[in-house]
Every structure is written in structure tokens, then in C-alpha cells.
């Protein structure tokens, strides 16, 4: 299995950018799909990007799409979540995620199917 510890959190005035990092311990960190996720205060957790595992491909929600870009670095163990022109909305938990077993070139997008899960970095953004 693998172990995801969340980084970069904090307070960021709107318009600001921060960066997310989600570092993996235990087995081979190229084995697995990753993801990141959000949940605000009273609202489910929800889709924000993944990343395959080669970190070809790459998919975003709608609500970040042109803002935040999802990269890895297999040498490192290491996925990051660069978000840019950063929104009161975006104020959240982002939790990083990984999805095992996962062919080399999809992207995991639900919830459901991700197998591991970071404690989560609070996110919040002063308007």
C-alpha cells in the first residue's frame, strides 16, 4: 500500500496562487493514478484533477480548469497542485488520492474508486 501526506496549505488572499504537494512513501509511486479532491464546510468532497500515472494525461473539474495544474514527479514520489488566480470558493481540504491497479494511461476521476487517501491541507482564501 502507500502512505500520502499533504503539504502547501494555508491562508491566500483571492487572486493569489499556492501550491499543493502530496508526497508517497511505501510501494512505487508510478503504479498509481493519482487525484486530487476538496471538501468545504457542509458540502460533499469533490473532484478536482488527476494525473495518470505516467502523468501523460490529465484531467480537471470545470470549476478549476485554466487555474490549477495537476503535475507529478515519479523520481520524487511526489504530485503537486499548482493553483493560480485562487478564489473565495476555492477555500477547502484538499486531499490527494491514489487509485491502484490503473492502466498506465487513464485518468481516475470518481471518488469511489480511489484506494488511498492524505490526512488533507486546509486551503483558505480571504477575499
Known amino acids: 500500500q502507500v502512505q500520502l501526506v499533504e503539504s502547501g496549505g494555508g491562508l491566500v488572499q483571492a487572486g493569489g496562487s499556492a501550491r499543493l504537494s502530496c508526497a508517497a512513501s511505501g510501494r512505487t509511486f508510478s503504479m498509481y493514478a493519482m487525484g486530487w479532491f476538496r471538501q468545504a464546510p457542509g458540502k460533499e468532497r469533490e473532484f478536482v484533477g488527476g494525473?495518470?500515472?505516467?502523468?501523460?494525461?490529465?484531467n480537471y473539474a470545470d470549476s478549476v480548469k485554466g487555474r490549477f495544474t495537476i503535475s507529478r514527479d515519479n523520481a520524487r514520489n511526489t504530485m503537486y497542485l499548482q493553483m493560480n488566480s485562487l478564489k473565495p470558493e476555492d477555500t477547502a481540504v484538499y486531499y490527494c488520492?491514489?487509485?491502484?491497479?490503473?492502466?498506465?494511461?487513464?485518468?481516475?476521476?470518481?471518488?469511489?474508486?480511489?484506494?488511498?487517501w492524505g490526512q488533507g491541507t486546509q486551503v483558505t482564501v480571504s477575499s
Open positions: 494525473i495518470s500515472r505516467t502523468g501523460t494525461r490529465k
Open positions: 488520492a491514489a487509485d491502484e491497479g490503473v492502466s498506465s494511461l487513464l485518468v481516475t476521476t470518481t471518488l469511489n474508486e480511489y484506494d488511498y
